[in-house]
């Protein structure tokens, strides 16, 4: 993410809550890293699960100052909707 994106908050957080079109929340910290705030620990596991693959358009919607919302898109432009369904708990965000 651009370091503009860093403007909107008092204080860069440490972590965000991903929020999914399906309701389910994951939780991933952020690093800044080369004038960039990236996204970190976690979101390897996020998009492996969320199967996002290259060639697909990820979209952040500020929410809260910790909440990001999420939308996928794949590389013909539709959103794409994943069911939580199973998957670590370890990783998951509780609300």
């Not at 952020?30 to 693959?53: E, F, G, P």
């Not at 898109?73 to 794409?80: H, L, T």
């Amino acid at each position: 993410m651009p370091l503009d994106f860093t403007k909107h908050f008092v204080a860069v957080p440490t972590e965000f809550k991903l929020r999914n079109n399906d309701g389910c929340s994951w939780r991933v910290t952020v690093k800044l890293m080369n004038s960039r705030m990236t996204l970190d620990q976690c979101w390897a596991t996020y998009a492996a699960v969320h199967q996002i693959k290259i060639g697909y358009m990820v979209t952040f919607k500020l929410l809260t100052s910790d909440t990001l919302k999420v939308i996928i898109f794949d590389d013909e432009g539709i959103e794409v909707v994943n069911k939580c369904g199973k998957h670590d708990e370890a990783f998951a965000a509780k609300d």
